[in-house]
């Protein structure tokens, strides 16, 4: 157990939906990172939150937003789903000296 | 960009080694080792920096050049637990905090 937190484990959408996915880092951990991994693929980076800043981006869509709460928790807020963004999606948080450990993740699949 | 992960996959008999590389053509800062077994979260192996001493716990070690920006990580006397995919992250000089993973080695043990 990485300490990190993800809910929910699974979810099943329609195309042209919106899914918040949540994220609770591990304690005292100011980092967040979100990550997509689509069925036998890497780890996409998507964004990085520290503090409740937006600090870096990747292959985010436009579609895809995030954000970082004064607790430290994030979401992920997925809208306008397409059958191509079923995936798993990770979070991992990140110590002081840039260790990132991942939480369980968000199976989200979509019909 | 993505660094190059190899063998892709490779399939050993407990008690055999095993070597997986991983290489940038980016300058590095840091070079992150995971493992991810299906359908689970990546779990933290080890982190090597510039300048660090080659890291290592038990039978998994690992090394980084700094002059060829590759990793090494090597797995001695396998056992069926270190079955999984491996992915190596890459943090380059000014970003560091942002890891680019390469394609996953899959590690298969047989009994």
């Known amino acids: 157990d990485s300490g990190v937190t993800q809910t929910p484990k699974h979810l099943i959408t329609a195309t042209g939906q919106r899914v918040t996915l949540r994220c609770s880092p591990r304690?005292?951990?100011?980092?967040v990172y979100w990550y997509q991994q689509s069925l036998d693929q890497g780890l996409q980076f998507l964004i990085h939150y520290y503090n409740g800043e937006e600090r870096a981006k990747g292959n985010i869509l436009e579609r895809f937003s995030a954000q970082q709460f004064p607790d430290l928790h994030s979401e992920l807020n997925l809208s306008s789903l397409e059958l191509g963004d079923s995936a798993l999606y990770f979070c991992?948080?990140?110590?002081?000296?840039?260790?990132?450990?991942f939480g369980p993740g968000t199976r989200l699949t979509v019909l | 960009q993505q660094p190059v992960q190899s063998p892709q996959a490779v399939i050993l008999r407990e008690g055999e080694d095993a070597v997986i590389n991983c290489s940038s053509s980016k300058a590095l800062y840091s070079v992150h080792w995971y493992r991810q077994k299906h359908g689970e979260a990546p779990v933290f192996l080890m982190i090597l920096l510039k300048g660090g001493e080659q890291k290592g716990h038990e039978k998994i070690s690992a090394s980084f050049n700094e002059k060829k920006q590759q990793s090494s990580l090597y797995l001695t006397a396998s056992q069926l637990s270190y079955s999984g995919t491996y992915f190596c992250?890459?943090?380059?000089?000014?970003?560091?905090?942002?890891?680019?993973f390469g394609s996953g080695t899959q590690l298969t043990v047989l009994p």
């Open positions: 992250g890459t943090g380059v000089s000014g970003s560091a905090r942002q890891l680019t």
């Open positions: 991992a948080s990140a110590t002081a000296t840039d260790t990132q450990y």
């Open positions: 304690s005292g951990d100011l980092s």
